[in-house]
């Protein structure tokens, strides 16, 4: 079994979220890859599947699986899975990752940091209150499933707690709506909040956060205008983002009732898009459009509502 861990100290940076150390772990498949945190959270930088150089794992393997070094496919399965925790352990052969390169042995190069966060588990039917007293919350990772065979598993039987593969759809995005920009939220784990993504199993809500240090702003973007962002000291710090519809009162004027009646209308992509284009700087632009969210709820009126702060 191959396993290189490369750990560097990094000093803490001067932002709501504090990086601790970084971290390297490589991993031969089919052999155990364990991210793990000494102090604060696993956050996955990146995680390839494949192979980019001749040496690693290449112990009594024949000239001809070793000599693709142009292989990697990224893996944000790894990702989903680890985020928000301190420790993440799983056999590689598990993630059942596509062949980038058949007949070529392969391994996982995992790179993540260890940040200070929080971290709330409720077990099924459960609820976990997040409070930042008179800071607000940011989400940093949240699964309704299971990942871990351990978790909220007494005095149930294994059959319920085998699958370690279970990840209710968009329960980051539910669970930021919920959350984000305020100082105390309660959370139910619930298959009637989160859809049951694998029946038979008991499943658990998890979630990781930060606490932001007030004051946060608003802003709410109408469908085909731009939110423009601005920083008079400081840079952007992203804490949330929607581009749908979540009430029957805002952009409304001059739009008939069918297109603003629909409340649960979430973009997958808003938080990603939005950081991706603002996160560290001192203005940006960003269209409340389809073309750069894609369409979440057809035929309903949209805006664009981002939750910020200016991080000196």
Do not use: H, W
Request: glycine fraction near 6%; charge should be neutral; proline fraction near 4%.
């Amino acid at each position: 079994m191959f396993f290189l861990k490369l750990s560097l100290l990094i000093l803490l940076v001067a932002a709501p979220v504090l990086l601790v150390t970084a971290e390297n772990v490589i991993t031969c498949y089919g052999s155990v890859q364990r991210l793990r945190c000494e102090t604060g959270l696993i956050r996955v930088k990146s995680a390839i599947y494949g192979r980019t150089d001749g040496s690693t794992c290449s112990i009594g393997r024949p000239p001809s699986q070793i000599q693709n070094i142009n292989c990697s496919l990224k893996i944000p399965l790894i990702s989903k899975r680890c985020d928000g925790r301190s420790m993440c352990e799983f056999k590689t052969d598990v993630i059942n990752s596509p062949d980038p390169c058949f007949g070529t042995f392969k391994y996982y190069n995992t790179t993540y940091d260890c940040i200070q966060a929080r971290a709330t588990v409720a077990c099924e039917d459960g609820y976990s209150t997040l409070d930042c007293g008179n800071d607000v919350i940011q989400i940093f990772n949240a699964n309704y499933g299971r990942t871990d065979n351990k978790i909220c598993s007494e005095e149930l039987p294994s059959s319920q707690t085998t699958n370690t593969n279970c990840y209710a759809p968009d329960t980051l995005t539910s669970v930021a709506i919920r959350c984000n920009g305020k100082s105390r939220c309660t959370l139910q784990a619930s298959y009637t909040i989160f859809t049951d993504p694998c029946f038979g199993t008991s499943k658990y809500l998890a979630v990781s956060y930060f606490c932001l240090p007030r004051p946060v702003q608003t802003s709410v973007t109408c469908e085909g205008d731009n939110a423009v962002l601005t920083c008079g000291e400081g840079v952007l710090k992203i804490q949330a983002a929607n581009y749908g519809r979540t009430d029957s009162t805002t952009c409304i004027a001059g739009r008939p009732v069918n297109q603003i009646t629909k409340n649960d209308c979430y973009a997958t992509s808003s938080l990603t898009e939005v950081t991706n284009r603002c996160e560290g700087k001192t203005s940006c632009t960003v269209p409340a459009s389809n073309d750069v969210f894609s369409d979440p709820c057809v035929y309903t009126y949209k805006y664009l509502t981002i939750v910020y702060s200016c991080v000196v």
